[in-house]
């Protein structure tokens, strides 16, 4: 699965961006979808997964309440909705997929969960 990232851009704190990772010729809807992110000099580090249904969502908790994860599995699409952006949440965004496995659940919040990764889009919110 090649995945497709996109809408990064620079903003004021306060705004919005929504990210949406595309994923071309592919059955999106038997993976699972995930963002993370990388700011310079740092790991990269788990933002937000949805399962394959769209049933089960997780958050980190720096995003919780300001990020919203969504999919549209007839466009095969990932959507990131980004509300009320930070200066600390300047960072490269990657989104990734992978299959549902038995264990995903457990191991959702890391990078080795997820077996397709975009090129990455740049966020940059100025203060």
């Known amino acids: 699965v090649q995945l497709q990232a996109s809408g990064g851009g620079l903003v004021q704190a306060g705004a919005s961006l929504r990210l949406s990772c595309l994923a071309p010729?592919?059955?999106?809807?038997?993976?699972?979808l995930a963002w993370f992110r990388q700011a310079p000099g740092n790991e990269r580090e788990f933002v937000a997964t949805m399962s394959r249904s769209g049933g089960t969502v997780r958050y980190a908790t720096s995003v919780s309440g300001r990020f919203t994860i969504s999919r549209d599995n007839g466009k095969n699409t990932g959507y990131l909705q980004m509300n009320s952006l930070k200066p600390e949440d300047t960072a490269v965004y990657y989104c990734?997929?992978?299959?549902?496995?038995?264990?995903?659940?457990?191991?959702?919040?890391?990078?080795?969960?997820?077996?397709?990764w975009g090129q990455g889009t740049q966020v940059t919110v100025s203060s």
């Open positions: 010729g592919r059955d999106f809807s038997s993976h699972v």
């Open positions: 990734a997929a992978g299959p549902q496995r038995s264990d995903w659940y457990a191991y959702r919040t890391r990078t080795t969960a997820y077996d397709y």
